[in-house]
């Protein structure tokens, strides 16, 4: 593990907090989107489909002789895609993703020249538990993306901080709709992970924050009643959409059945728009020409010199990219943990008493 790394990660600029990210029709046509295209599947769904897989990406640890279930490991927030790239999938949200005040938001955030809107999505959610441990957002460098490169190289890249030169620069403007009483904020790390960690509380309607989640820090907290917290019954091909029978209320449900009802006042409702930024015209040239990309066979050589210098004892892998040793002994080498200084959980009063 090389914990000095983590210290590295703090953002471009301090965390920069809005209200009004959306209009009161911008929030109502996103909304609307929501009810009318749902049910919406758990982020879970995204990457898991056993519970053990789980496990094993986050405590690392099965408990002897326990039958795993989904409710042992269920975290129930859900997600939906509003664009990918440059299009909008919705036309009725078009000026909420190609947003001016967002670009000029992010591009001063940054210092930058240009920036070309990229990512949209929401996740929506009732009660839940703690948004896992504190993690960075996935980054991507000029010529090595998600379409060509799995998942733990580019983790690896990122976390190793040897790649910056090619890593593309990302702002986000992520808006929260949230009027439960109890938690539903968000924590980050922004003086990186020993500092003093910003808390950025709930009940919040618009209010919004632009970061760089790449290089911070950063979790959901618990949000709502305790008691509602963990729906049973669930399993991963849950999904979150509109209650039928309440016009503005939400239910989750499972191979038919209903497990949860959720009132519009507790539903937490966050919206993520993210950015790729360019610093300058040579900047964006470089990138749109695809003059200065970096390939997997210079990452990996990169990454195995540091650990020799790092004097670390291996094998040279002969296929690095499918070598399980390599690949588990790269995910031990720049484990950077993360914050410890974690605020306490939020817990309604009931539960105190
Ligand atoms: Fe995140």
């Not at 789980?54 to 099965?62: D, K």
């Not at 975290?75 to 078009?94: D, I, K, M, T």
Request: net charge negative; with cysteine; aromatic share 12%.
């Amino acid at each position: 593990m090389i914990r000095e790394l983590s210290e590295n990660f703090r953002p471009v600029a301090p965390p920069q907090i809005i209200e009004g990210a959306y209009s009161e029709d911008q929030h109502q046509r996103l909304l609307g989107v929501v009810r009318e295209h749902g049910p919406w599947q758990l982020i879970l769904a995204e990457n898991f489909s056993t519970p053990e897989e789980v496990i094993a990406t986050t405590s690392g640890a099965l408990p002897e002789g326990v039958q795993l279930t989904w409710d042992m490991v269920m975290y129930p927030v859900f997600r939906g895609y509003l664009a990918r790239a440059g299009v909008c999938y919705y036309p009725e949200l078009e000026d909420c993703y190609y947003n001016s005040r967002f670009l000029s938001l992010v591009r001063d955030y940054w210092g930058c020249q240009y920036a070309e809107p990229e990512t949209f999505l929401f996740n929506i959610q009732g009660a839940t538990s703690i948004g896992g441990h504190p993690h960075l957002d996935g980054t991507v460098f000029r010529g090595m993306t998600m379409e060509n490169t799995p998942l733990w190289l580019l983790m690896t890249m990122a976390k190793s901080c040897l790649f910056r030169r090619w890593q593309a620069k990302k702002g986000q403007v992520i808006a929260w709709y949230y009027q439960g009483k109890i938690g539903g904020g968000f924590n980050c790390w922004p003086d990186g992970p020993s500092g003093e960690p910003l808390q950025i509380n709930a009940p919040m309607w618009g209010r919004a924050v632009v970061v760089e989640n790449e290089m911070m820090f950063h979790h959901g907290q618990a949000s709502g009643p305790v008691a509602r917290r963990h729906p049973t019954g669930m399993d991963i091909t849950s999904t979150f959409g509109a209650d039928p029978e309440d016009p503005t209320g939400w239910q989750i449900k499972t191979f038919g059945k209903v497990n949860q009802k959720i009132p519009a006042e507790e539903m937490r409702f966050l919206v993520h728009w993210g950015a790729r930024l360019f610093r300058d015209f040579d900047e964006l040239k470089k990138t749109l020409d695809h003059t200065d990309d970096i390939d997997a066979e210079t990452a990996l050589n990169i990454l195995i010199a540091d650990m020799r210098e790092r004097g670390i004892v291996f094998e040279e892998p002969g296929d690095p990219m499918n070598d399980r040793d390599f690949i588990r002994l790269v995910g031990q080498v720049y484990d950077i943990g993360g914050p410890t200084n974690i605020p306490p959980d939020a817990v309604d009063e009931q539960q105190v008493a």
